[in-house]
């Protein structure tokens, strides 16, 4: 049987904006599953039918990635607080008792860029970790400070990244670099940060950074 892993993020797109060569890799050998928190209804974003084009381009992109089934939970998106954890907790268990991954995948517990829905799963996943004993490794992605110092006018406050002697793994993409520049421009709706993120990849190591937590 395959390994399976189970990638835990908030919004659609943050699969292909973070570790998704590292995805496509594992998803050549291992069953890669998604689960995706919100529904991407950005209230920020002024286009119409918003949380259906979002939808509508995650499985375009986790198509391309080789995710073997995306679960949508449908929370709404900028509003993961404290008195939704143990839900979400129960809804994440739930589907991960089925699957019983090996490992997890999420965002670094300050969320790479700030944003506190990331913080959020993060955290949930972490605390999921933790409790099952089915789960025996998981992957926080992280970004590079090359990059983090680039992104400081992006959000509110975008957390300093990582050099290469601080992360535990650093995981070459490059044979699948391709899957992940068309997951990336699948996202029309979010064209303008899809295109910083690319203007900015096209510099660097076709690498992705973690941190590892195993038991």
């Known amino acids: 049987m395959k390994q399976r892993i189970v990638c835990i993020f908030a919004h659609p797109d943050d699969e292909a904006f973070g570790p998704a060569g590292t995805i496509a890799k594992f998803a050549g050998k291992k069953e890669v599953?998604?689960?995706?928190?919100?529904?991407?209804?950005?209230?920020?974003?002024?286009?119409?039918?918003?949380?259906k084009i979002r939808r509508q381009e995650l499985y375009k992109s986790?198509?391309?990635?080789?995710?073997?089934?995306?679960?949508?939970?449908?929370?709404?998106?900028?509003?993961?607080?404290?008195?939704?954890?143990?839900?979400?907790?129960?809804d994440i268990a739930k589907i991960l008792k089925v699957i019983k991954p090996q490992n997890l995948i999420t965002f670094e517990m300050r969320g790479v860029s700030g944003h506190l829905d990331h913080v959020f799963c993060s955290m949930v996943s972490s605390f999921?970790?933790?409790k099952l004993n089915f789960i025996k490794k998981i992957y926080y992605f992280a970004e590079r400070l090359e990059i983090s110092n680039k992104m400081k006018n992006y959000f509110i406050f975008f957390p300093k990244g990582f050099k290469k002697n601080q992360v535990d793994q650093i995981i070459d993409v490059s044979k699948y670099w391709d899957k992940k520049?068309?997951?990336?421009?699948?996202?029309k709706s979010q064209k303008k940060d899809a295109e910083r993120i690319l203007n900015l990849l096209k510099n660097y190591p076709r690498e992705e950074y973690f941190f590892i937590s195993k038991k």
């Not at 599953?33 to 949380?51: E, P």
């Not at 520049?181 to 996202?187: H, S, V």
Request: aromatic residues 12%; hydrophobic residues 35%; glycine residues 6%.
């Open 181 to 187: 520049i068309r997951a990336i421009k699948t996202y």
């Open 62 to 90: 986790s198509k391309i990635l080789g995710i073997k089934k995306v679960y949508l939970l449908n929370y709404e998106d900028g509003e993961l607080s404290n008195n939704k954890y143990y839900k979400l907790a129960e």
């Open 128 to 130: 999921l970790f933790k």
């Open 33 to 51: 599953y998604l689960i995706c928190v919100t529904n991407g209804n950005d209230k920020t974003n002024n286009i119409k039918n918003l949380a």
